[in-house]
């Protein structure tokens, strides 16, 4: 039997590769002097559309038992794959829309999706320091930790933020900011799944 995270891994590549020819789509209308036509926004509206049959299924297969067991391993790799879809769904809006605010919008909400991420990484780093005094019953002690991880997530995803505004200034183009985003967005998550597959954690079946 095919499994359901088999199936999600398989529209998410489809899903990145209809979101991209989008993209190309629009340059080579513009090129042939057909700028304008709706061709390459009813390409990402498909992407999209298989955005959202993506993340229900990674939904299904993250919280819940129904499709069978599913290696832990398999789906931090099927999430990783979402979470570079839903990126290029959002950067990819940007590239067919020339409004500057709508795409400063869209690059803001793509930024704060890989500043959560850096979020989720410095914790998973820290968890066991941070919830061995939990363990303990010891709430406080617990609280006491975490203000101070959290001290340091703020200050460096606010450090993100302001490096991402700074391309976003000094580029003065879309295309180069959402590249830039685009392509650390790829390198955080990919390290993220390299850091926690190296760690051994006892499955039960």
Do not use: C
Request: glycine share 10%; aromatic share 12%; proline share 1%.
């Amino acid at each position: 039997m095919v499994r359901i995270t088999t199936i999600s891994n398989i529209l998410s590549g489809i899903g990145i590769a209809i979101l991209a020819f989008s993209a190309i789509l629009k340059y080579l209308l513009e090129g042939l002097g057909q700028a304008g036509t709706a061709y390459p926004f009813y390409a990402w509206i498909i992407g999209a559309g298989l955005l959202v049959i993506v993340i229900l299924a990674s939904a299904i297969n993250t919280f819940t038992e129904r499709t069978g067991f599913v290696h832990p391993e398999d789906k931090l790799v099927s999430n990783m794959f979402v979470f570079l879809m839903a990126i290029a769904t959002i950067l990819i809006l940007g590239l067919l829309d020339e409004g500057l605010d709508f795409q400063r919008n869209l690059f803001d909400m793509g930024a704060m999706i890989v500043i959560a991420y850096i979020f989720l990484f410095i914790f998973v780093f820290f968890s066991g320091e941070i919830t061995e005094a939990g363990e303990m019953g010891q709430v406080k002690e617990m609280t006491a930790r975490f203000m101070l991880v959290s001290l340091l997530l703020g200050a460096i995803m606010a450090g993100v933020k302001v490096g991402l505004d700074i391309i976003w200034e000094a580029t003065g183009s879309y295309n180069w900011a959402a590249g830039a985003l685009g392509v650390f967005a790829l390198a955080l998550v990919v390290l993220i799944v390299a850091f926690l597959g190296r760690r051994y954690e006892p499955v039960g079946q």
